[in-house]
T-cell receptor, first 117, second 110 residues
Framework: GAVVSQHPSRVICKSGTSVKIECRSLDFQATTMFWYRQFPKQSLMLMAT?????????EQGVEKDKFLINHASLTLSTLTVTSAHPEDSSFYIC?????????????FGPGTRLTVT | GQQVMQIPQYQHVQEGEDFTTYCNSSTTLSNIQWYKQRPGGHPVFLIQLVKSGEVKKQKRLTFQFGEAKKNSSLHITATQTTDVGTYFC??????????FGQGTILTVHP
């Protein structure tokens, strides 16, 4: 099956610094990648939709200047949390969509646990 | 905006008992997908339903999509301890994008 990797798996950073999270589709080309945020025992909240070569589409309430998304290639999307604050601590998960006809299946990465101190 | 509600939030069962989780959307869906997330893990795709009234089975799991394409259910027959996890439904209205329900956390007591 399709594999999506995420790096790093865990990161601890100080308040005010920026953190970059990478999401890669390893064995397929992802026309679209999605970035989610998940709090403990809660659902996946879609933050933004990332299409290769174009600007990301952010969900209502998500600050695009704080959560910078770049989808430079069909296999890589990055999420940069700028000027991180403790309230940004969360589990960030990406998913990739191959875009093949008839299939809307999303392949999820293993997630990144961000802790801001 | 679109909302997807999922119930129950928690379900505790004895091994061997059945389990059902329900998903309801505020709008008509083009498809619905089900995912399972094990404790400490990431969501893993289970199935996608597209047609009105569709029923699909995977061994002990039965998935249904309502006639109006606004609700869905996942039923597990004779649960096993390996079924433990959180089950999410994701409602799709536009190509690729999903709105997830809150998830149902299933615990199975041996």
């Amino acid at each position: 099956g399709a594999v999506v990797s995420q790096h790093p798996s865990r990161v601890i950073c100080k308040s005010g610094t920026s953190v970059k999270i990478e999401c890669r589709s390893l064995d397929f080309q992802a026309t679209t990648m999605f970035w989610y945020r998940q709090f403990p025992k809660q659902s996946l909240m879609l933050m933004a939709t990332s299409n290769e070569g174009s600007k990301a589409t952010y969900e209502q309430g998500v600050e695009k200047d704080k959560f910078l998304i770049n989808h430079a290639s069909l296999t890589l999307s990055t999420l940069t949390v700028t000027s991180a604050h403790p309230e940004d601590s969360s589990f960030y998960i990406c998913s990739a969509h191959a875009g093949t006809s008839g299939s809307n299946e999303q392949y999820f990465g293993p997630g990144t646990r961000l802790t801001v101190t | 905006g679109q909302q997807v509600m999922q119930i129950p939030q928690y379900q505790h069962v004895q091994e061997g008992e059945d389990f059902t989780t329900y998903c309801n959307s505020s709008t008509t869906l083009s498809n619905i997908q089900w995912y399972k997330q094990r404790p400490g893990g990431h969501p893993v795709f289970l199935i996608q339903l597209v047609k009105s009234g569709e029923v699909k089975k995977q061994k002990r799991l039965t998935f249904q999509f309502g006639e109006a394409k606004k609700n869905s259910s996942l039923h597990i027959t004779a649960t096993q301890t390996t079924d433990v996890g959180t089950y999410f439904c994701g409602g799709g209205t536009s190509y690729g994008k999903l709105t997830f329900g809150q998830g149902t956390i299933l615990t199975v007591h041996p």
